[in-house]
């Protein structure tokens, strides 16, 4: 550990990251469940407004202020509240992964969609031995702006390759620990499933301006992964 530190340089980035999350194309109201009367679900809205703190103090006017809160919490402050263990996160802090182009955000969701949670729960084995024809889940794709000066471990993944090693994490994971105990911003690493870049911001403070860029469709089928920018469209293939 010592040594992987030892020369470290900062990168001074300032630049617009992707961030790839699950999502719905078509919005759902979250009370048609409780009511068939949509005026019911505008009284369940108003009352769950009233009460949820605001995370995010948006200079927007009062109209569209809403829709930024709304944006900030999903592509930004959602990881900062729900902790998970990761690749630099051992699951006792926050911290948010975004990447350098979406092409690299679309390996690095295709492979934690596909093997965290469909083979996990044995879905992937439906598709492959013909029970279901494909699984389809909804990606929607924000732009977050980062200003900091980031730890860049890229020029040490030749002399340390755990650091991007496929599926196991308990080298990396001690360095995302060190650099929230020290309060560094976070870090900017090579991708592990594709040539790209990714960055693990740990303060939130570095991070603005968040909004909608497009929206994905991946499909597991017996051949892979197709991503989709459209209706019916093929961007790319993963297998």
Known sequence: MESLFAGLHLADIHQTLIRNIISL?????????LSDTPADWVVAQRC????????????????????????WFNAVEFP?????????????????????TVGTSVHETVYHWRTRLLRDAGFEQLVLNGVRESITAERKIYGVRCDAA?????????????????????STQPIGARLKREGHPGLVSCSARCDGDVYAVLNANVLSGASIQSYLTYQLTAQGVRVSRGMGDTWMWIT
């Not at 900062?80 to 350098?100: E, H, P, Q």
């Open 150 to 170: 980031l730890i860049d471990l890229r020029p040490q993944v030749t002399l340390f390759p755990s650091l991007v090693d496929m599926e196991h994490y308990h």
């Open 48 to 71: 769950e407004s009233g009460v949820k703190p605001h995370g995010y103090v948006s200079p927007a006017t009062a109209l569209y202020r809403p829709f930024e809160e709304a944006d």
């Open 25 to 33: 194309r078509a919005s759902q109201d979250l009370f048609d469940d």
């Open 80 to 100: 900062f509240k729900n902790w998970s263990a990761s690749r630099f996160c051992d699951g006792t802090f926050g911290i948010w992964y975004g990447a350098d």
